[in-house]
Structure formats: C-alpha cells, structure tokens
C-alpha cells in the first residue's frame, strides 16, 4: 500500500475527526480510508486514533505521528514547488535552535520580521546553550558559534564573535592588575559553566597556547548570571563578545588581555543538507544573513 497516500489519508482523517470526512477530501471510499489507516497502525505497531460510533480521535502517538507526517507533506509539497521552479510562499512550521542570549538579542528580532512577512508560517524557537543533534530534535536551522564538526550539516557564515575577558571599573579599581594570563591566579573569577568541565581558560601569544587553571570564586550554568555578577564588581568573567556587547559600551565592564584572546570564530546558520533548499529554511537564512550584516558587536576586529 503506498505510505505517502496513507499520510495524506491520517492527516485528513486526523483533521476533519471522521474517517468519512478524509473519504470526501481524498475522493476515496470510507472503507479505503480504514484500510490505509490500518496499515500505517499495523507498521508503527500501535493505535493512531480511538474509534467510537460517533467520532474519531487521536491517540497521544497519534498527536505525536500527526507532527511529523505535517512536516514530511509540507516539506515534500516545498521540495515539489523547488524542482519545477514555482516560487512557493513559505508556509507550515519551523524549528530553530540558537544559544540563549544571541537567539534573545539576535535572533528574535529577526524571526519576528519573518513571521510578520509571511503568515502562513509558525516557527518554534529552542533556545538554549547545548548543541543539539538537527535530525534527532527535528530542527530545520541552527545558529552556532564556530565550523560545524558534522559533514552532513550545510553551513552559511553569517558573521564572527570572539571572546572577552572582562571586569567591571570598581572591580579593577580595587584589585591588582592584570597584564598576563597568569595574573587571574590572583583574582575574583566568574565562570559561567555546565559542572561537567575543568576551570581552564586558554589563551594565546606568538602561536603558543597559555592554559590559565582557575578556582572560581562563582560558578554558574547560565551566562546572564555570570555578567550581572561581573557587572557588580564580584569577580573577572570571560564570555563571547555578543554577550557582553552592550555591557562593554555602557562602560559597567572594560575589555582585559585583549592582545592575548583567541581568533575570532564564525558565526554559522546551520542546516541539514537535504533540507537546506526547502524555500522556508532557504529564506529564513537569507533574512538572518541580512539581520546580522554589519552588527559592529558580530564582526569584531581580530
């Protein structure tokens, strides 16, 4: 039996809540639709709906099935629209996942543009600091800081960020200075962390890198934390620039060992390479490409 018109079947049935409802739309017979019902339950191994005399419902796998067989549809209809050149308006659902304060500072903005140019997309942002796997989280774009380490992912640069070692005026006011990575041994630091790594900031000089082993005075899994505690003269922090960008430009923190920081790292809006051309990631990474053009604060100088 094909599958690809037993989806289409479930999603009809799985919309109008009648087996009889997905006959009419799918110009089939009642007991056709049964049949195709039945043979995606009998492959998964479960129940899609719970039938009654009157109605029909989805299951909890059903909802769940519902998610993914509406993507795979739209995606194929968007792929279809691609081949034979029809400029198909982005329309169904979108996945995107960027870390925490670049998709709050950055990236939102932009996906509010999006969703006011076209209204027939919903788009469902995961922000957060982990990397998560595309295929196995159902994403459809990535914003990640640094190359994409999977050859199966298809990446655009978008800008570049680098890393800041920082601390507030009162802070350093009070404190012995710091010229030298090694300096920190003598400080308050802050360390934004997931307590599953070693305190080691690595910095570098003439090719050479100088690993500084710390025992932070604050330790947090959130960034935000470590700069409002930076902000308040607690300690010396090191974050990307992005996320101490405007703190940096009011004045409540100043730039430390700058000769001695990292390269800088790109900026990369990443998606899986069969979906890469699917007119709703196609577009939506061109607006972010055009929302982050020229951000002073995303192309630091090196």
């Not at 919309?15 to 110009?27: E, N, Q, R, Y």
């Not at 700069?227 to 090191?238: K, L, Y």
Request: charged content about 25%; some cysteine; aromatic content about 6%.
């Amino acid at each position: 039996m094909d599958k690809l018109l037993c989806m289409r079947v479930f999603a009809e049935a799985a919309k109008s809540g009648s087996f009889v409802g997905a006959a009419d739309v799918m110009s089939m017979s009642a007991p056709a639709v049964t049949r195709c019902i039945a043979h995606l339950e009998a492959q998964l191994n479960t129940r899609l709906f719970h039938r009654t005399t009157r109605q029909v419902k989805l299951s909890e796998v059903g909802e769940h099935y519902l998610i993914h067989v509406s993507r795979i549809l739209a995606d194929i209809e968007q792929s279809e629209a691609a081949v034979s050149g029809i400029d198909l308006v982005p329309r169904g659902e979108l996945n995107i996942t960027a870390p925490i304060l670049f998709g709050e500072r950055y990236v939102t903005p932009i996906i509010s543009q999006f969703l006011k140019d076209y209204p027939d997309i919903r788009v469902n942002g995961h922000f957060h600091d982990d990397v998560v796997n595309l295929i196995d989280s159902n994403m459809d774009v990535a914003i990640r800081i640094g190359n994409p380490k999977d050859s199966s992912l298809y990446g655009v640069t978008v800008g570049y960020v680098r890393r800041v070692t920082c601390a507030a005026p009162s802070y350093l006011a009070s404190s012995p200075a710091i010229k030298k990575p090694e300096d920190l041994k003598r400080h308050s630091v802050l360390y934004p962390t997931r307590f599953n790594e070693p305190a080691v900031w690595t910095y570098h000089k003439s090719g050479r890198p100088i690993a500084i082993k710390l025992t932070p005075r604050f330790q947090s899994n959130q960034n935000r934390a470590a700069i409002n505690a930076a902000i308040a003269g607690v300690g010396v922090v090191r974050l990307m620039s992005y996320q101490v960008a405007e703190a940096l430009r009011s004045g409540d923190l100043v730039s430390l060992l700058e000769d001695v920081e990292d390269k800088k790292l790109p900026i990369q809006v990443v998606s899986v390479e069969g979906r890469k051309n699917l007119s709703k990631v196609k577009m939506f990474i061109d607006y972010v490409k055009a929302g982050l053009a020229n951000n002073e604060y995303l192309n630091p100088r090196a």
